[in-house]
């Protein structure tokens, strides 16, 4: 956004026009003739999707009138089937995506001036939802081999820690944390951390 254009704008928070906006991956891969790519760099599934997937919506357009049912009761219900009921319904939250989560984990806990550790690269939201609520996301590196560098990111918990994310298996680098050593690190978390685990890409590992 132009200078120009922000001073028109006084209502905004300068955290957001300060920063630049999320860009997923480009859509077009041009590779020579002969080589097929699949690309999954935003998740697209070159399977393409379950015919239920295709029964249900068309079971629904009828009703797209109405409003949803905004408590996701069915979905939770079958979540909770799905983890072979050691959790309940009111162990899920939903929303339309991975990172609307991710905004709402951040609208939730985070003040200004709070902290957030983070390892890069990690995935760019993390970092954007922490400066969009006027917090700070410190930046614990990962390892040459992308690791996390777990014992750094002990190390840099201090009072206005809020958030710690961790990506397992990570987005990009595809590493995955070993149970023991993530069983270990949370049990050193203080009381006062809360621990984003995003296994977003559980499945397809
Ligand atoms: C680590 C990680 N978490 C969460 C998401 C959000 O997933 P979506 O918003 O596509 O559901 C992504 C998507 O790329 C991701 O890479």
Known sequence: MAKSTRNMQPG??????????YKGGGKKIVM???????????????????????????????DLS????????????????????????DNFITAN??????????KAFLNEDDEVIVSQPCFLPYTAFTRWMGAKAINVPMTEDY?????????????????????????????YIPLTDLRNFIDKLPDHVVLVLDEVYRHFA
């Open 12 to 21: 905004f928070k300068k955290y957001i026009l300060e920063d630049s906006t």
């Open 32 to 62: 020579p003739d002969g080589v097929t790519v699949h690309k999954l760099s935003s998740n697209e599934n070159p399977l393409g999707y379950s015919p239920k997937v295709k029964e249900a919506l068309a079971n629904t357009l009828d």
């Open 66 to 89: 109405l409003y949803p049912d905004n408590t996701d009761i069915r979905l939770r219900e079958a979540l909770v089937k799905d983890f072979d009921g050691v959790l309940t319904v």
């Open 97 to 106: 995506s991975g990172s609307e989560i991710i905004d709402m984990i951040s």
């Open 147 to 175: 690791d996390y560098n777990l014992d750094g990111i002990l190390e840099a918990i201090n009072d206005r820690t809020k958030l710690i994310f961790l990506a397992s298996p990570n987005n990009p680098s595809g590493n």
